[in-house]
Nanobody
Framework: VQLDESGGGLVQAGDSLRLSCEASGGKISDFAMGWFRQAPGKEREFVAAISRSDDTTSYADSVKGRFTISVDNAKNTVNLQMNNLKPEDTAVYYC??????????????????????WGQGTQVTVSS
């Protein structure tokens, strides 16, 4: 399994960005997906997650109402739409994937240890 993130960049506060993560080596519909971020000197933190069934989502309080996670099964991609960006959103953003059994298809996972596969990360910088 390989995860490739794209869409990061340098924006101003209040702008929007859309991150994408393309999964290869397996059907994304078999997996639960998540986005995490890591700022310099800080630990990796949870941002958003979506269940295997795509009908359950979870968000960190800091991004709730501004970020939206979604899956495009046709493109085998998970997206993170980020609106009203703030300087404190500056970080390297990582997508993550874990296999989910059918009986766990509506579960979201919010800690890094629960994921098996990670992308290389994409930098998001928000200037004030």
């Amino acid at each position: 399994v390989q995860l490739d993130e794209s869409g990061g960049g340098l924006v101003q506060a209040g702008d929007s960005l859309r991150l994408s993560c393309e999964a290869s080596g397996g059907k994304i519909s078999d997996f639960a997906m998540g986005w995490f971020r890591q700022a310099p000197g800080k630990e990796r933190e949870f941002v958003a997650a979506i269940s295997r069934s795509d009908d359950t989502t979870s968000y960190a309080d800091s991004v709730k109402g501004r970020f939206t996670i979604s899956v495009d099964n046709a493109k085998n991609t998970v997206n993170l739409q980020m609106n009203n960006l703030k300087p404190e959103d500056t970080a390297v953003y990582y997508c993550a994937q874990r296999f989910a059994t059918l009986d766990m298809r509506q579960v979201t996972y919010t800690t890094p240890d629960e994921y098996n596969y990670w992308g290389q990360g994409t930098q998001v910088t928000v200037s004030s």
